[in-house]
């Protein structure tokens, strides 16, 4: 009876170490290692392009004016920001000199009139007196020479006359010549805008540009009614653009907003600058506008939608291995391999044409070595979203 006590005892604490052996492996033995997955649904997908460097939002009307001729400014008639309407006077230089010529144009074309008029009248009266004279000599009062004599006057008068006309016309032209010289003194707006930069002053000699030596423009105006965005793509996409393209802008200054837009434009070069990619140029216009007026010289993003398609199956790009392949959260949590047909794709989502169905969960994080296809894996849980804070 004791011997038996004994091995019952004995057998009891084996088993109990047994137990605690096995729970003690069972709660430190390795874990499947932690994956994330994301499910395959429906959506859209497009094929995109994006710009390779910042663009920039330009206005389709904007001038940078000067006066046509070099002289002191005496009056600037527009403030920086003022809206001003086509042909309205923005700036005069000195032009005292020009007005009195003009002064002086108009008195000698006065002049010329009344001595055209004289000398008509004057042809008029020897005409008439030419014909009396003919008149005489056919019934025999006077001899035929005083009628050539009566004619040869007449002919005279009536050159002077003419001649008198000709000054009439170059006086005109001389007034023409004045008034142009005036209104190369005189800055106009070429269009409908807004003054965006004024930089001299009254007192200030303005100079125009000449050719090869950048002259800084004394009014800059833009035209902010017509806006567009220019960017650079890469030469690789340029192929795949197309006018009339939909398009799809965002600025960094209204980074939650994005507008629709349209490709006007493809540059018929490729821009080749040291150092960087060689690019096309592309023109997008606006097809919506904010509430917030748009300022120039905004920097933008284009992303050219080049095809799209709704409601077809799709995952994230970023579960896609090399060769179409994606890996499949199986039975038991296990990875399985699967080759997929593939369409339309862009940097979130890829067109399955076939290969998975609707549900199936892929893999989306590759950071870890051991997660290979054929084992185990604990998928991760999403993450609750942030409990929003309200303020009284």
Same mark, same amino acid.
């Given at each position: ?130 014909? !009396? ?50 209104? !190369? ?128 199956? !799709? ?78």
């Amino acid at each position: 009876m004791p011997q038996s006590r004994k091995i019952f005892r004995l057998t009891a604490y084996g088993g109990s170490i047994a137990l605690i052996l096995s729970a003690v492996w069972y709660f430190t033995r390795p874990q499947p290692p932690e994956a994330e997955f994301a499910a395959v649904t429906y959506g859209s997908v497009e094929a995109t392009v994006v710009n390779t460097r910042a663009g920039t939002v330009k206005a389709c009307q904007r001038a940078k004016l000067a006066p046509a001729l070099g002289g002191q400014i005496a009056r600037i008639l527009v403030e920086e920001g003022d809206s001003v309407e086509q042909d309205q006077v923005l700036l005069e230089l000195w032009n005292a000199d020009l007005i009195a010529q003009r002064e002086l144009a108009e008195r000698q074309l006065a002049m010329a009139q009344e001595r055209h008029r004289e000398a008509c009248i004057l042809a008029e009266n020897a005409w008439r007196e030419s014909q !009396r004279t003919q008149q005489l000599v056919d019934k025999g009062f006077i001899s035929p020479q005083a009628a050539e004599d009566a004619d040869a006057n007449a002919r005279a008068r009536q050159a002077s006359c003419d001649a008198a006309l000709s000054d009439i016309k170059r006086a005109k032209a001389q007034i023409r010549v004045t008034q142009a010289g005036l209104e !190369r003194t005189v800055l106009k707006a070429p269009f409908a805008g807004i003054v965006a930069k004024i930089t001299g002053e009254i007192g200030e000699y303005a100079t125009p540009s000449p050719p090869g030596i950048a002259m800084p423009p004394v009014i800059d105006l833009i035209d902010t009614s017509c806006l567009y965005v220019t960017a650079p793509m890469d030469e690789i996409d340029a192929p795949r653009i197309k006018l009339g393209q939909p398009a799809r802008i965002t600025l960094d200054a209204m980074p939650e907003i994005s507008f629709s837009g349209l490709v006007s434009r493809i540059a018929p070069y490729v821009t080749e600058v040291e150092k960087q990619a060689r690019t096309v140029d592309i023109e997008v216009n606006f097809t919506d506008f904010p509430d917030n007026p748009l300022l120039a010289g905004y920097s933008a993003d284009v992303e050219v939608i080049l095809d799209s398609r709704e409601h077809v199956l !799709r995952i994230p790009t970023q579960a896609l291995r090399q060769n179409n392949q994606v890996w499949l959260l199986g039975p038991d949590n296990t990875l399985i391999a699967r080759q997929l047909e593939t369409g339309l794709a862009n940097w979130s989502f890829t067109e399955v044409v076939n290969g998975i169905k609707d549900g199936d969960r892929v893999l989306i994080s590759f950071d870890l070595d051991e997660i290979k296809p054929g084992i185990a894996v604990r998928p991760k849980q999403p993450k609750e979203p942030d409990t929003p804070l309200y303020y009284d």
